[in-house]
């Protein structure tokens, strides 16, 4: 049986900054990945925004590791060349009574540490973005897009300039805690079977059954796997705005966004659809109807007529048929629809009670924006310590 130092299940954007963190630490990483490339699920199929980290509850890790994160990213970026715009965001109030909730969110967003929250009335609002129909707005500077797939190879450069090694269409499909280590099979053109010292979960939607197929870590601990399903719509022609639009939210969600991307298109998104519990994530993808245990990343369009009245709601003129059908993503999360959103769960051994593992669930949105603090918070689990 093989001995290595750090074992990484997940090649999404969460894996490979853990990779990243741990092996510029010192640590020799080995990345699991499932898919012939890297992060071609959860973090391939998302809105591209750098959050500001304006809605998560207070003392969250959500809250936190999105704002320490969305500075790390940036700085990142920056230094690693990445394309990126820091483009921003309005917070739009469609009617009077929607003013005193743009208040709540500003003092909310400031106790979380983003302070830098401006207050807009209509006039104000109209000057930044013409198109738009508001009677006061939010504007967030910080807010931004980013090009996920050039993040993701930048994240992968580094951590194997630091000497790790990625084994795609491999899958770790059980294993077993021991005094000496995690004892790992590995499934792929040569199965194997390692021992290691570390091993870190970032399966993503895969990621409560995988920790079920290791023998040793309390039962208790790991949570069930919810799958929501987020359907976008692209927007034909060219976008009136150049700045992300988000609707103040309503009972049951935050409302239809319009988001940007790069090159300057624009798609609303995602929806909200509860997937069933027959959806297998471990089975392949697929993005046409096929069996019910698979999932299926189609996008209904008749889900598109309600993105219509949503999106005339500060939008009035949009016009019918501009709305086509784009792609769909999958959030993993770590509670129920009858449940208030919970938050990233991120366990060592006092969570667990299994030496040597790390169990990452429910990472979904902000995750791509707090993956760098999210992969420090693991690396100090790692030192046996948390920042």
Not at 19 to 41: K, N, W, Y
Request: hydrophobic fraction near 40%; proline fraction near 6%; include cysteine.
């Amino acid at each position: 049986m093989d001995r290595l130092d750090v074992v990484v299940a997940g090649a999404g954007v969460v894996g490979l900054a853990v990779a990243r963190a741990l092996t510029m630490a010192g640590r020799d990483v080995f990345i699991v990945e499932s898919q012939p490339a890297i992060g071609t699920q959860t973090s391939a199929r998302n809105s591209e925004v750098i959050h500001a980290g304006i809605y998560y509850p207070q003392g969250s890790l959500k809250a936190r590791l999105c704002v320490e994160g969305r500075h790390e990213l940036y700085r990142h970026l920056e230094a690693a060349g990445v394309e990126h715009r820091r483009c921003g965001k309005l917070i739009v109030a469609t009617s009077e009574a929607q003013c005193a909730t743009l208040d709540e969110i500003a003092a909310h967003a400031a106790a979380n540490g983003v302070d830098d929250l401006v207050r807009l009335d209509r006039h104000e609002a109209r000057a930044m973005e013409p198109a738009l129909q508001a009677v006061a707005a939010l504007y967030s500077p910080s807010t931004g897009i980013i090009d996920s797939h050039g993040y993701m190879l930048s994240l992968l450069g580094q951590a194997e300039a630091h000497g790790a090694l990625l084994a795609l269409c491999s899958r770790v499909t059980r294993g077993r805690i021991t005094d000496h280590g995690v004892e790992l099979h590995i499934e792929g053109d040569e199965p194997i079977d390692v021992l290691a010292r570390t091993f870190v979960n970032c399966a993503g939607l895969q990621a409560p059954a995988l920790a079920r197929r290791i023998d040793g870590i309390n039962p208790a601990s790991i949570p069930r796997g919810w799958l929501c399903k987020g359907n976008y719509f692209s927007l034909s022609g060219r976008s009136p705005f150049s700045r992300l639009i988000y609707p103040v939210p309503e009972p049951g969600g935050l409302g239809v966004h319009l988001t940007l991307d790069l090159a300057g298109g624009a798609r609303f998104g995602p929806d909200v659809e509860w997937l069933p519990d027959s959806v297998d994530p471990w089975l392949p993808p697929h993005d046409t109807p096929a069996a019910p245990t698979g999932i299926d990343y189609a996008v209904d369009p008749a889900r598109g007529d309600r993105f219509y009245g949503e999106v005339r709601r500060y939008w009035p003129d949009l016009a019918d048929g501009q709305l086509a059908p784009a792609y769909s993503g999958i959030r993993p999360k770590a509670s129920s629809r009858q449940r208030p959103a919970a938050d990233f769960l991120i366990q060592g051994r006092e969570d667990h009670g299994a030496e040597g593992y790390i169990g990452l669930y429910g990472i979904e949105s902000p995750g791509l924006t707090a993956s760098l603090a999210i992969a420090d918070h693991v690396a100090g689990l790692a030192r046996g310590r948390v920042k």
